[in-house]
């Protein structure tokens, strides 16, 4: 349900209409709009009664709303949602590029990437800690001390550090350090977990999970919102089908939908959504002119030592490559890559 107020309202008519819903115990969110206030109302198991609200002084209409994510849809916010994260913007028309390694593993070799890929301008940096990995023999992450490399090349770049939160045990060690927390794609659905990251205010990467539809996403999108945590950023990875050419396939369509449907801002990884070095360019071209707010590229200097997901990693020189078509793109479309806020260190 969201009730929108009239534009001449009183203070003490929009506190009543707060009192009402709490006394039917549910949850009001004050919805600031351009014209007037909105207030969304979440918790109901059924729907609401209209009439409970729109004989309320001070009420202009109260509009049922169908689709089950609310705090996530159109409906209840109109305006795109913009998440400060370090000295950048995301989910404006400025592109953002997330770029790093797979997985930390070594000081010097995050050092050494988290230097090429600033030089090519990326805006921030990535790197797995923590790796959700198919087999248990394989290199399952750095741990903390992957945190605390991830931590020093900030410090030596300035670029904030997007990495993955796997599981509510690590929760408090991966918030400590990490700028934006990712929730990979084998997590989209753990509900516990979300809950938990939805408390904090940190801002958060949901990728799409392996087979999800998008009313599913965004429902685990609605699990953090309704935590309390408005800093949600969808990510789009490619998804399981019956094509057998590359390791995902990218559903790019996703991306005029999520921005149809919701506020909330949309990126693209083609490095997981193809799991094939040649194609991760041309995907990262096409999600940029497909209107993705920004993108999150796997680069390794020395992909055949790669630990983890070497086949689709980007060497530097061709990642600069690509960020300079990035630019002429978004240009073409009125975009530009984003600058720092408050100017860069
Ligand atoms: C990753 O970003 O390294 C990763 C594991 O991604 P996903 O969860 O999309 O597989
Ligand atoms: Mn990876």
Redesign the pocket.
């Known amino acids: 349900m969201l009730i929108l107020m009239q534009s001449d309202h009183t203070k003490k008519q929009l506190a009543d209409v707060l009192a009402k819903v709490r006394k039917l115990k549910l949850q009001p969110h004050v919805i600031p709009g351009k014209q007037s206030v909105a207030v969304g109302i979440t918790g109901n198991s059924s729907a609401l009664d209209p009439h409970l609200f729109d004989s309320l002084p001070g009420v202009r209409e109260a509009v049922r709303v169908s689709r089950p994510y609310k705090l996530s849809g159109r409906d209840f916010k109109h305006e795109d949602t913009i998440i400060p994260i370090g000295n950048y913007r995301l989910g404006g028309p400025d592109l953002i590029v997330i770029a790093g390694p ?2 930390v593993e070594s000081e010097e070799q995050m050092l050494r990437i988290a230097h090429a890929v600033k030089k090519a301008g990326a805006q921030m940096l ?1 790197g ?1 800690a923590f ?2 990995r198919t087999s248990p023999y394989a290199f399952q992450g750095l741990g903390k001390k992957g945190l605390q490399l991830l931590a020093k090349a900030r410090k030596e770049t300035g670029l904030p550090i997007v990495t ?1 939160v796997l599981d509510q045990r690590s929760l408090d060690d991966v918030a400590e350090y990490a700028d934006v927390l ?1 929730v ?4 989209m659905q753990n509900f516990a977990l979300l809950k938990e990251i939805g408390k904090l205010r940190k801002p958060v990467m949901l ?1 799409r999970g392996l087979s999800a539809t998008l009313d599913e996403w965004l429902m685990s999108a609605e699990y953090l919102l309704s935590e309390g945590n408005k800093n949600v950023f969808l ?1 789009e ?1 490619g998804i399981r089908a019956f094509s057998d050419h590359a390791r995902n396939t990218l559903d790019l369509n996703v991306v005029p939908a999520v921005k149809e449907l919701s506020h909330l801002p949309i990126i693209v ?1 083609p ?2 959504a193809t799991g094939v070095r040649a194609r991760v360019a041309p995907m990262a071209r096409a999600a940029v002119a497909a209107g993705a707010h920004g993108l ?1 590229i ?1 680069v390794h200097d020395r992909p055949d030592q790669a630990l ?2 070497g086949p689709q990693a980007l060497h530097p020189d061709d990642f600069a490559i690509l960020m300079r078509d990035i630019a002429a793109i978004g240009a073409a479309l009125g975009r530009k890559l984003a600058t720092p806020v408050y100017g860069s260190k």
Do not use: V
Request: aromatic share 0%.
């Open positions: 797979c997985a990535r797995g790796k959700p993955e990712q990979g794609a084998r997590n990728k990510c990875r990884d490095s997981h999150m796997e983890c997901d």
